[in-house]
């Protein structure tokens, strides 16, 4: 079992850096490790999980979320992590127990999600998802290589 302290040092700083105000704790793991920053603006979900669950939910700013990979089967938590990612949250924090974990989740399916690992500790896995941070700037990606202003009547295609 993970140390909790040690986890909320990792937890903490991630809901700082988003100025969260409004979080979601879903599952035991969050809650215990959260139970001293929960307060009215927190919204809590625990096990079983279901995408009905999600439609009572109001805007939120951050999700840490714990044993929903443990908790249902691969399909099932995919398209759970997507709906929340998608339309409620655009902050997650994604605790994964490699222990209870189904062993057919690999890196890759976090990635394929938009997670980037965290970290690790004490056999518990740490995915994080910002939309700031799922692409980043590309140079090219502007109007000046767009609209290619200095080939007009040059060239008709």
Same mark, same amino acid.
């Given at each position: 079992? %993970?140390?909790? !302290? ?5 937890? #903490? ?9 409004? #979080?979601? *704790? $879903?599952?035991?793991? $969050?809650? =215990?490790? *959260? !139970? @001293? ?7 809590? *979900? %625990?096990?079983?999980?279901?995408? $009905?669950?999600? /439609?009572?939910?109001?805007?939120? +700013? ?13 399909? +099932?938590?995919?398209?759970? #992590?997507? %709906?929340?990612?998608?339309? &409620?949250?655009?902050?997650?924090? *994604? ?14 399916? &976090?990635?394929? #999600?938009?997670? =980037? ?11 994080? &998802?910002?939309?700031?941070? &799922?692409?980043? @700037?590309?140079?090219?990606?502007? !109007?000046?290589?767009? $609209? /290619?202003?200095? /080939?007009? +009547? @040059?060239?008709?295609?």
């Amino acid at each position: 079992m %993970t140390d909790l !302290s040690d986890l909320s040092k990792i937890i #903490l700083p991630f809901i700082q850096q988003y100025h969260g105000q409004r #979080l979601l *704790l $879903a599952g035991e793991l $969050a809650k =215990k490790t *959260l !139970s @001293k920053v929960q307060d009215t603006r927190s919204h809590t *979900l %625990t096990t079983p999980f279901s995408l $009905a669950q999600l /439609n009572t939910l109001p805007p939120i +700013d951050i999700a840490i979320i714990s044993d929903v990979i443990e908790n249902l089967t691969k399909v +099932d938590a995919t398209q759970w #992590l997507a %709906t929340l990612r998608n339309q &409620y949250a655009q902050h997650l924090l *994604l605790i994964v127990d490699q222990q209870r974990a189904e062993p057919s989740w690999q890196l890759t399916d &976090y990635l394929a #999600l938009g997670f =980037k690992k965290r970290g690790e500790l004490n056999g518990q896995l740490l995915f994080s &998802y910002a939309i700031e941070d &799922y692409q980043f @700037k590309r140079d090219w990606l502007n !109007s000046r290589h767009w $609209a /290619n202003p200095e /080939n007009f +009547d @040059k060239y008709r295609w």
